[in-house]
Antibody, heavy 123, light 108 residues
Framework: EVQLVQSGVEVKKPGESLKISCKGS????????IGWVRQRPGKGPEWMGI????????RYSPSFQGHVTITADKSIDTAYLQWSSLKASDTAMYYC????????????????WGQGTMVTVTS | EIVLTQSPGTLSLSPGETAALSCRAS???????LAWYQQKPGQAPRLLIY???TRATGIPDRFSGSGSGTDFTLTISGLEPEDFALYFC?????????FGQGTKVEIK
């Protein structure tokens, strides 16, 4: 079964760092772009960025560039989203998602989604 | 950035009726790069349609997508009880890729 399994709930304080994970299984991890999507309660999704695990080619939304870092470790089929200094406004559900097709283009719909990681930032 | 505006915000319909959900883009979107997702409470989004009109694997044929340029539509013909949910459109052309704010389809 193709799936993405994300790390668990996080509760952090403003200014703290955080790294959440997304482990792929059931497919060739290095052949598909993986993206990260933020969804605040009651709001639409926001596209944060994507990474191609084979060579770590990464694209960011300007809204998130400089505030988060997307990485991947192809040796363990895992992608990561990290913050060096969290803000209260980072409180949200974060999803990783794999693109539909195993092609070189970075332009594709998200087909396989992780279960989400809820991040709460509160003092 | 391409802004996607979905309408209506909420659609109140009865099972068996047809739902037409609109997604309007602030600038041209290639039909190849427009998708629709369904999301139920507490769940991740599920891909329904990609390339504006191609159903994803396992999606019933009561779901159909159409449109081009700046105007796209998701049609659900003969609503089933499990179709009452939130629906988002998504353009995956120019970076940043963007999502609409969603249309909720609720039981009347």
């Amino acid at each position: 079964e193709v799936q993405l399994v994300q790390s668990g709930v996080e509760v952090k304080k403003p200014g703290e760092s955080l790294k959440i994970s997304c482990k792929g299984s059931g497919y060739s991890f290095t052949s598909y772009w993986i993206g990260w999507v933020r969804q605040r309660p009651g709001k639409g999704p926001e596209w944060m960025g994507i990474i191609y695990p084979d060579d770590s080619d990464t694209r960011y939304s300007p809204s998130f560039q400089g505030h988060v870092t997307i990485t991947a470790d192809k040796s363990i089929d895992t992608a990561y989203l990290q913050w060096s200094s969290l803000k209260a406004s980072d409180t949200a559900m974060y999803y990783c998602a794999r693109q539909l097709r195993a092609v070189a283009t970075a332009h594709d719909a998200f087909h396989i989604w992780g279960q989400g990681t809820m991040v709460t930032v509160t003092s | 950035e391409i802004v996607l505006t979905q309408s209506p915000g909420t659609l109140s319909l009865s099972p068996g009726e047809t739902a037409a959900l609109s997604c309007r883009a602030s600038q041209y979107v290639s039909s190849s790069f427009l998708a629709w997702y369904q999301q139920k409470p507490g769940q991740a989004p599920r891909l329904l349609i990609y390339g504006a009109s191609t159903r994803a694997t396992g999606i019933p044929d009561r779901f159909s997508g159409s449109g081009s340029g700046t105007d796209f539509t998701l049609t659900i013909s003969g609503l089933e009880p499990e179709d009452f949910a939130l629906y988002f459109c998504h353009q995956y052309g120019p970076t940043p890729r963007t999502f609409g704010q969603g249309t909720k389809v609720e039981i009347k």
